[in-house]
């Protein structure tokens, strides 16, 4: 099966899946709360909370992600064990249900409405919190542990940046994502987002979802990925050009100095703290991840010897405070990818987590 030919678009929408690619999985709570009222608002922020236990998980999407982008460990920890976690996902400003104003978007204020989000469903008490964010997600769990360190039990920054430099994979994803410059084919672009987020190999791999498919299972991952990008994006009310770039500006005019990443790992806690990057990430290079986990372990930046995704430095294996999983020939979305080994490791950040407390 490896090197299979992708199915094309015209393919991927008269498969018996193309429109079970989101999970029906039933949320304990969700609607849509205002936030930012007065921050220029009020906007209204789509959520859903799963499970019902007392280790409180806040999943925060990354640029263009929609909350259901979460399901796979929506699933694995607020239904499979909803007795021990209750999960909340939702829909950034911009995107998915939730309001799309034109204003400026940054991950500042992002963290605010997330804030105000976690405040309006009652989850306020000291340490109990477990935020988690991924990509542009990451940038604004950043944010958010700034301003409310003393509620964080545990952080995890996944495939995320600081500040964006040498974002070659940044810019085309944008690029194909929101049809900028010469418009390109669909199966084009596309094509072009799968190799900026996954690898080749897990693309080309049978559908490993078969399992849990509700009709019948795609080809490969790379189809079923291709399948709910081609929905998501013939839903102009979910996923606009407008909302997409506004929260690519968001992302890219994020940035935290050495000093105030050295802060943040001081307020929160080090041992709190986890960093995931893959070495093969061509979205967010992985040199974002060892100057991320510099700044929090160290209160260092760039060393400039950094490459265009390479990163040979001798502290990039070292064993620190801060947890990290560096993963050889990884991409950018190892939750999706490696879904087992990563639920595997926050569980674990979890524990020493609560333990911590």
Request: proline content about 4%; some cysteine.
């Amino acid at each position: 099966m490896a090197g299979q030919m992708q199915m094309t678009v015209a393919e991927l929408v008269q498969h018996p899946e193309y429109r079970h690619t989101i999970w029906p999985l039933k949320p304990t709570q969700s609607g849509k709360i205002a936030v930012a009222k007065n921050r220029r608002g009020p906007i209204n922020i789509a959520y859903e909370v799963h499970g019902h236990g007392n280790r409180r998980l806040v999943w925060i999407m990354g640029l263009g992600g929609m909350k259901y982008g979460w399901q796979r460990q929506t699933k694995d920890f607020a239904h499979n064990k909803g007795s021990e976690y209750s999960s909340l996902v939702f829909d950034n400003r911009g995107i998915g249900e939730s309001d799309k104003p034109l204003m400026r978007y940054t991950t500042s204020e992002m963290a605010k409405d997330t804030l105000e989000l976690i405040d309006a469903i009652g989850w306020t008490g000291k340490r109990e919190l477990h935020i988690l964010g991924i990509s542009m997600g990451g940038m604004i769990a950043q944010e958010l542990a700034m301003l409310i360190p003393e509620r964080i039990c545990t952080l995890s920054l996944v495939s995320t940046a600081s500040g964006l430099f040498n974002t070659i994979g940044f810019i085309e994803n944008l690029r194909n994502r929101a049809n900028l410059f010469i418009p390109k084919p669909l199966d084009v672009q596309i094509s072009n987002v799968k190799a900026n987020l996954y690898t080749t190999p897990w693309l080309s791999a049978p559908d490993e979802l078969a399992s849990e498919s509700t009709v019948s299972p795609f080809p490969t991952n790379g189809d079923r990925f291709g399948a709910n990008e081609v929905w998501k994006r013939s839903s102009p009310e979910y996923f606009t050009k407008k909302g997409f770039m506004l929260q690519a500006i968001a992302a890219g005019w994020h940035y935290k100095s050495p000093s105030d990443l050295k802060r943040l790992g001081e307020m929160v806690g080090r041992k709190r703290i986890m960093v995931v990057h893959g070495t093969e990430d061509r979205m967010i290079t992985f040199p974002h991840g060892v100057v991320l986990w510099r700044g929090l372990e160290k209160g260092e930046g760039r060393t400039g010897k950094e490459g265009w995704g390479k990163e040979e430095e001798a502290d990039v294996w070292e064993v620190g405070e801060v947890e990290k999983h560096f993963v050889r020939g990884q991409g950018h979305v190892l939750p999706i990818e490696m879904r087992r080994e990563f639920g595997e490791w926050v569980e674990g950040l979890v524990e020493r987590g609560i333990g911590l407390n």
